[in-house]
């Protein structure tokens, strides 16, 4: 099992449709969430960290957590050709788990694409 | 306020050779971390430096090796490159060694290493 999981995709919706981005994780004990976007041939960008369960707004976009399950979502409402990139889940695990790092582990990220 | 920056951008050389790639962190960022991105795939941590030490080392041959200096700037060294070794290195700092809750990591452009 992969320590962070996302589907690869690509995940296509139309312009101004919501885009649902989703992530498990193994550790139970992670602590920090974080959603990067990267384009292509681009480094990754933050754009959303959550670490309370529930869920957190950011103009368009909207993470939430269930720590129970496991599982974090990114959501983006409004898509824009623009937002067509590819999202990484990134998750920083219990002290325990890094052995007392701040190493952040990465899914395999999801490429939307929004078609105008 | 600059962002993490890393030199140079692109990088070829051929297998057997050694590289060094540069990182200078956010201003009053004192941890720095370093990643792989191969193609398709999220970022994989290689190592990360607070206050000039090592925290954390990945799954990572000894070829592989960094250190930090005084002013927090960083280098990744690796020897003996290998075909394999061809990928995206993403450097990110953050302020404290956890770069979790409200201090998350942020990359660099990354350097593009091709080997010949």
């Known amino acids: 099992q992969k320590e962070v999981e996302q589907n690869s995709g690509p995940l296509s919706v139309p312009e101004g449709a919501i885009a649902s981005l989703n992530c498990t994780y193994s550790?139970?004990?992670?602590?920090?969430f974080f959603w990067y976007r990267q384009y292509s041939g681009k480094s990754p960008e933050l754009i959303m960290f959550?670490?309370?369960?529930g869920d957190k707004e950011d103009g368009r976009f909207t993470a939430q957590l269930n720590k129970a399950s496991q599982y974090v979502s990114l959501l983006i409402r409004d898509s824009q050709p623009s937002d067509s990139a590819t999202y990484l889940c990134?998750?920083?695990?219990?002290?325990?788990?890094?052995?007392?790092?701040?190493?952040?582990?990465f899914g395999q990220g999801t490429t939307l694409q929004v078609k105008p | 306020d600059a962002g993490v920056t890393q030199s140079p951008t692109h990088l070829i050389k051929t297998r057997g050779q050694h590289v060094t790639l540069r990182c200078s962190p956010i201003?009053?960022?004192?941890?720095v971390s370093w990643y792989q991105q191969v193609l398709g795939q999220g970022p994989q941590f290689i190592f990360q430096?607070?206050?000039?030490?090592?925290?954390g080392r990945g799954n990572f041959p000894d070829r592989f090796s960094a250190r930090q200096f005084p002013n927090y700037s960083s280098e990744l060294n690796v020897n003996a490159l290998l075909l394999g070794d061809s990928a995206l290195y993403l450097c990110?700092?953050?302020?404290?060694?956890?770069?979790?809750?409200?201090?998350?990591?942020?990359f660099g452009d990354g350097t593009r290493l091709s080997i010949l």
């Open positions: 990110a700092s953050s302020l404290a060694w956890r770069g979790g809750r409200d201090q998350p990591q942020h």
């Open positions: 550790d139970r004990g992670s602590q920090s």
């Open positions: 430096y607070y206050e000039k030490e090592e925290r």
């Open positions: 201003s009053g960022h004192k941890s």
């Open positions: 990134a998750v920083l695990p219990s002290l325990h788990g890094s052995s007392n790092t701040g190493k952040l582990i």
């Open positions: 959550i670490y309370s369960n």
